[in-house]
T-cell receptor, first 116, second 114 residues
Framework: EAGVVQSPRYKIIEKKQPVAFWCNPI?????LYWYLQNLGQGPELLIR????????DSQLPKDRFSAERLKGVDSTLKIQPAELGDSAVYLC??????????????FGEGSRLTVL | QKEVEQDPGPLSVPEGAIVSLNCTYS??????FMWYRQYSRKGPELLMY????GNKEDGRFTAQVDKSSKYISLFIRDSQPSDSATYLC??????????????FGKGTKLSVKP
């Protein structure tokens, strides 16, 4: 069974440029998450989707970040314009249901962003 | 004070050693505790999951929760070079929180030397 697929794996851009990350979750997982992981830190939730609905986007900086999950499957996270402080790893994860307290999220390998 | 505290290390041990990794937390209402393992340039993967207090064993790994001290531990017996990774503790907040609201520690980087 394929895991969570993210692309691109690496992206280097100059500040003020836009960037987009794509995520394909595990088939059948209705919950999708985008996490931000800074160097030496644990992942921090940016946004959580239940099917097509963003049910928790309280930590998403909405002035420059946007996300969508069309048809409740794939998702895209966009930053426009990027700032130096956005350099980090953007992790996508999926689970069967966020209401199941098993703590098991399946993570992709992440998209590593460097803003110059 | 952060809700979940974890010493980032790094921690270096010889092969075969017993490793102890720990996290403390501030909210006594936490009930669900997890350990994730993250290899370099990979995403985290769930290693152990425990509910409330007590011990849970899975092969060479033992997860321990001491709610009275608000302290959780992960023990690795007979450590192997393949255990070299960053270990992240994670918790589900109380008050109706779900795994969608996982709070992670900073992670402890472990290196097991052959």
């Amino acid at each position: 069974e394929a895991g969570v697929v993210q692309s691109p794996r690496y992206k280097i851009i100059e500040k003020k440029q836009p960037v987009a990350f794509w995520c394909n979750p595990i088939s059948g997982h209705n919950t999708l998450y985008w996490y931000l992981q800074n160097l030496g830190q644990g992942p921090e939730l940016l946004i959580r989707y239940e099917n097509e609905e963003a049910v928790d986007d309280s930590q998403l900086p909405k002035d420059r970040f946007s996300a969508e999950r069309l048809k409740g499957v794939d998702s895209t996270l966009k930053i426009q314009p990027a700032e130096l402080g956005d350099s980090a790893v953007y992790l996508c994860a999926s689970s069967l249901s966020s209401g199941m307290n098993t703590g098991e999220l399946f993570f992709g390998e992440g998209s590593r962003l460097t803003v110059l | 004070q952060k809700e979940v505290e974890q010493d980032p290390g790094p921690l270096s041990v010889p092969e075969g050693a017993i490793v102890s990794l720990n996290c403390t937390y501030s909210n006594s209402a936490f009930q669900y505790f997890m350990w994730y393992r993250q290899y370099s340039r990979k995403g985290p993967e769930l290693l152990m999951y425990t509910y409330s207090s007590g011990n849970k064993e899975d092969g060479r790994f033992t997860a321990q929760v001491d709610k009275s001290s608000k302290y959780i531990s992960l023990f690795i017996r007979d450590s192997q070079p393949s255990d070299s990774a960053t270990y992240l503790c994670a918790m589900i907040p109380p008050m109706g929180g779900s795994q969608g609201n996982l709070i992670f520690g900073k992670g402890t980087k472990l290196s097991v030397k052959p």
